[in-house]
T-cell receptor
Framework: EAEVAQSPRYKITEKSQAVAFWCDPI?????LYWYRQILGQGPELLVQ????????DSQLPKDRFSAERLKGVDSTLKIQPAELGDSAMYLC?????????????FGEGSRLTVL | DQQVKQNSPSLSVQEGRISILNCDYT??????FLWYKKYPAEGPTFLIS?????DKNEDGRFTVFLNKSAKHLSLHIVPSQPGDSAVYFC????????????FGTGTRLTIIP
């Protein structure tokens, strides 16, 4: 069964360092999402791509976060510099198209701890 | 502004009994509602959904009920099994997908053998 691949699974970094997360969506899925889930809260959308274009990045802290999906396939989410409050699970999801019904396929996530 | 609310952070249910998870929402523009299930160290997986034009959707042991006038939905699991122990997220989407998917804070369900 096709899956969304994410790496690394776990990342521990110090405050002010740079971190990057990678996501490979299910083959053929045009829409890719990055979500952040803080412990005790639900996932919150950071950025949505349709192919290589950003559709929604209204909740992305653009002073320190960046995301790209250059060839419309895999994607990278970068944080520079990392802050203590960035400790969270970063989830990538994909769907065949912008899903009217909200059914997304999530990866296993990348857990970030900022010390 | 929490548009999707799950007021019970946790729930424990005896194996074989019914589990009822509740969710309230405030945005009347939501037209599709979903439940996702999440095991530790894994991403959420889609479980079941319901359109705003329906009041019930059933899939095996899982049934979702929607009360639009009360802005309330619930997930019923019967009979509950140990493998159902997970965190359940309620989610909603508006404007036929043109708005982003909004998640609740989750309810941790524990099935007691």
């Amino acid at each position: 069964e096709a899956e969304v691949a994410q790496s690394p699974r776990y990342k521990i970094t110090e405050k002010s360092q740079a971190v990057a997360f990678w996501c490979d969506p299910i083959s053929g899925h045009a829409t890719l999402y990055w979500y952040r889930q803080i412990l005790g809260q639900g996932p919150e959308l950071l950025v949505q791509f349709q192919d290589e274009s950003v559709v929604d990045d209204s909740q992305l802290p653009k002073d320190r976060f960046s995301a790209e999906r250059l060839k419309g396939v895999d994607s990278t989410l970068k944080i520079q510099p990392a802050e203590l409050g960035d400790s969270a699970m970063y989830l990538c999801a994909s769907s065949p198209m912008a899903q009217a019904t909200g059914e997304l396929f999530f990866g296993e996530g990348s857990r970030l701890t900022v010390l | 502004d929490q548009q999707v609310k799950q007021n019970s952070p946790s729930l424990s249910v005896q194996e074989g009994r019914i589990s009822i998870l509740n969710c309230d929402y405030t945005n009347s523009m939501f037209d599709y509602f979903l439940w996702y299930k999440k095991y530790p160290a894994e991403g959420p997986t889609f479980l079941i959904s319901i359109s705003s034009i329906k009041d019930k959707n059933e899939d095996g042991r899982f049934t979702v009920f929607l009360n639009k006038s009360a802005k309330h939905l619930s997930l019923h699991i019967v009979p509950s099994q140990p493998g159902d122990s997970a965190v359940y997220f309620c989610a909603a989407i508006a404007n036929f997908g043109n708005e982003k998917l909004t998640f609740g804070t989750g309810t941790r369900l524990t099935i007691i053998p």
